[in-house]
Every structure is written in C-alpha cells, then in structure tokens.
DNA sequence: AAAAAAAGTTCCAAAAAATGGAACTTAAGT
DNA sequence: ACTTAAGTTCCATTTTTTGGAACTTTTTTT
C-alpha cells in the first residue's frame, strides 16, 4: 500500500464539518498509528499538501489544492459538463436534447443531440430565437432580476405565437414561475406541435451561465415521461451547480411541475 | 525522496495554461523517467487524486481536490470574509477584484471577482508575482517589520519597471507610506496602464494574513472613483480586522490617500 | 496499407522509504 | 508541581520506489 493511499484518506478526512486534522483525528479516523499520523502530516506538509493553521498541530489543505481544485472546475467548462448530461439524457429517452446560450435577448443552441426517434425535433446550432418566447431563454432570464429583464427590453415584445408571453407581465410571471419550479416549459411556442423543457444554469467562477433544454413532439410524451425528463435534467445540473457554486441555481420543486402549461 | 513529493510535483505542473497532463508531459516538466511517470499517474488515479478526461491519456485533477481546494477558504475563513468584501465592492465598482496570499516573496492570487467593464484586469488564480512590485505585496510586507522586510530580501531585487521600487531604501519608504496610508497603491507596475489598490489583513487567531485588492485600467477611473474603493476595501478590511483582533491593521488614513503615488 | 516514429506500459534487481512498537519529549489539565 | 494526554523520534524489518531496457500500443508519415 503505497502513501499516496494514505494521503488520499487524509484528504477524504476533510469535510464541512473538518477544516482542520491532528495527529490523534488521523488515529481515530484511518486506524493508523501515531507514529505513521504524526510523520504523514508532517511530509505532507513539506511537500505543500497541507499547511499547519498559525503554528498549532492543526492541519488544513494547503493553497495548492485550493488552486489545484479550482482548476478541476475550467478543465470541464461549463458546456461540457452540461453537454454531458443533456446527452446522456438524450440517450435515455431518445427525444433531442441541446445546450444553449443567451446573447442578449437570443438564444443560441451550442451542441445538440439528435433523438433517435422518427419524429423528432431538429435544432441546428448556431440557430437565434428570442429568449422570451422559448423555454431555454426563460430558464436563462429567470436567473436575472426583474428589473434586469425590463432592462433588456425597453422596447417590449411581439409575441410569435399563441402560447408565448404577450407583455412584460405575462413574462414576469412565466419567470417567476420557472424559478419556483426550477425549470422552464415551452408548448407551440417556436414551433408548433413541439414542446421543450429547459434548465438554466451558472458558473460562479467565469460567468457563464447555459440552458439544458430536451425538446420533443407534444403528441408522443406521456406525462410519465415529462416527469423523468424533468427529474433528469434537474438532478444532472444540480450537480453541476454545486460544483461551480452557482448561487442563482432553482432547484426543482416537483409540486409545480405536475401542471403543465 | 518519498513519492509524496513527486505528486506534489504533479499537482504543480497544473496551471490555468495547463488543464491535463500526460506521461510525456511529466518527462519533460519533471524530467522523470518515463516508467515513473506512467506509473505514478495511475497511481494517483487509482487514489482518487486525478481523473482521466474521458478514456484519454490525459490526467487533470479529481472531484476530490476540488472539494478538498474548496475547504481551504473555509478552513481560512478569512479568506473567505475578505473574499466578500471584495466581490461585494467589485460588483459596486465593476472592476476586477481579488484576494492574495503571500509565500515568502510572492504573492499569489486566491480568489478573483472579473469585473463587468469591457476594459477589465484578468487575473488567473494561481499566478505568482513579486511581493515587493505590487500593491498586494506591500500591503502585506507592510505587516512586517523593516527588519522581517530585510530578512526576506538578503540579496536584496531587482526592480521590474521603472515605478517598482529600485531598492530596500525604496521599499521600506513605499511600506511606511502604506502603514501611514492604510491602503497601498501601484501604477504601471505588473502591467501597463493598469492600477491597483490593496489592504493588508490579519487574522490573529490563525496567522492568516491577505491582501484585498481593486485593480482597474488608470485611464477609466476618475480621482473620485478611486477615493470610493478606497473607502470601500479599507471599510470592509477594518470590520474584520475587528472581528478576527488583528493587531497589525493599519486603519485609513484619508489625508494620505488624496495623493496619487 | 505498410513502415516509422512516438507515446505509453511492464519487467527486473538495487536502492530507498514506510512501518509499527516502544521510548521519549512536549503540552495541557488539575 | 504533578498527572495525563498529545505528539515526536528511534530502530530493524518489510515494503515500496526507482530507472534502464524491452515491450506494446497509438499516431504519423510515406
């Protein structure tokens, strides 16, 4: 059994509720003996792993797993991570699944997944549609103010459709009500027979904040399977969210999403 | 020499250029033989401290580090307290904002808050610049006495442009203003056209210590504006200097801050 | 498609580091 | 000042690590 095993348990020994290890936590905690504590900590802080808090016998992680750690989060940007999920979400339903950004009051599609089935959706990237009237666009809006959302258009809007927000107030309270369930719904809005689901998401770190959106015919989604689109795809950028510290995250809410729009 | 300190060796080969390494990377980076470093990456995989991206041969840093790196600021909670005031006056202000660290004779950069003007300072986490020709750095040295000053630097620097200090006369003349001030200040040092204000921090309990820091391009901020940094870092600094009974603070000075260096 | 080059892995005996029990030192509590 | 707890150092034994070379796999070139 190599050290490295030993300092990874060290490591795993941190947690919320541990800064900070001594010799005796080690001895408790990993079973190993005093000796073999005392010396780990001690290399492991010469090598720069862990550094002693003020000069007690405390350790804590050192600067370089800090930065090390936070390098973790741009090695798989945000796109990527999200793009994983909508694939795999993708895969298991077979309906198309994408990964959007907003530039200003658009949405752009940046990777797309092809459903399996005969009757699918086809989303080209690259494609602009205005945020307001999709559901990938709300679920971004819905991570800004309201006062921000007004900003964006000082002008108004035209609704596209029958099913899209016809004013400002109508899309206020679609946002409010994205963020209460935590994921926004589109049905006709951009395409007619066609409903999508979507989640916004952020990284605290760079800014960029994407859309995890599945979209499939209204005709062929029995409401059991809206629901495990939705479970997925909420649970999938949950995780995401809590690894980029994303503090405008909305988390699902089931009790609003038996309801469809 | 344990194996601990060959992964350390690792884990400092990552950088914010640097996202993965391979087998071939660590030879040329470490100048290991190649049978240690193919071994000592899935060594360290197999703990747990690094991941392969997808199925390649490329290695980057584990879930683990990440979390791991993230309790740093915890266990450092002042980091953390220092970190909010300074996002919360980089988001007032608009300009970058971060948190240092020194070791030794560089400073190194924590945590950053990009700023939102389109001219704007990037910072990357990581970076290590000289404690004596920054502002961060002398914020911090500043906590020294001139004698700890003169330790640091047995052989004294070398100054790296023409507004850095050119010696230990120098120095020890901008760290008094620093004390008497209450805030330093550098211009054109680092990089050009761009200024930046910072103000040492301490915690006496941990023997953490930190530099806030507002750095911006000179053009864009007019005499006002600087004053309202000012003002803010310094106000935000002297309420947890309280909180964590930092002996060494140096409270603002307003009558020295009207001069710019 | 074959050949060449590059990248990565496995093997081995020598060299170095880790182990854990006990003795020892330092710090904390009474 | 005494007692106890916490942490460190010592030692011979056991285990891991090392680096060169041979080998396999992958990539690039012809």
Known sequence: MSI???????????????HDVTVTDLVTLLGMPKSNASRLLRAMRDEGLLETVGDSKHYRPS?????????????ASLIDRADAVVGRVSDQIGHTGYISVRRGTEVIAATAHPGRHALRVVTSIGDRIPAFASSTGRAL????????VRALYPEGFTAPSET????????????????????AESHDEAVRGVRAISVGLGDAATGDEVALCITFPAATVEPGERLTIIRSLAEGA????????????FPLNLSYSETAP
């Open 4 to 18: 490295l095993t030993a300092a990874a348990d060290v490591l795993r020994c941190f947690s919320s509720t541990r």
């Open 63 to 75: 600067l370089l797993l800090a930065q090390v750690g936070q390098l973790y989060r741009f090695a």
């Open 141 to 148: 809006l819905a991570r800004l103010s309201d006062a921000e």
């Open 164 to 183: 899209a927000p016809r004013d400002m107030d109508e899309l206020l309270e679609r946002l409010a009500e994205t963020r209460r369930a935590g994921f």
């Open 238 to 249: 949950a995780e995401i969210a809590a690894l980029t510290q994303d503090k405008r995250f």
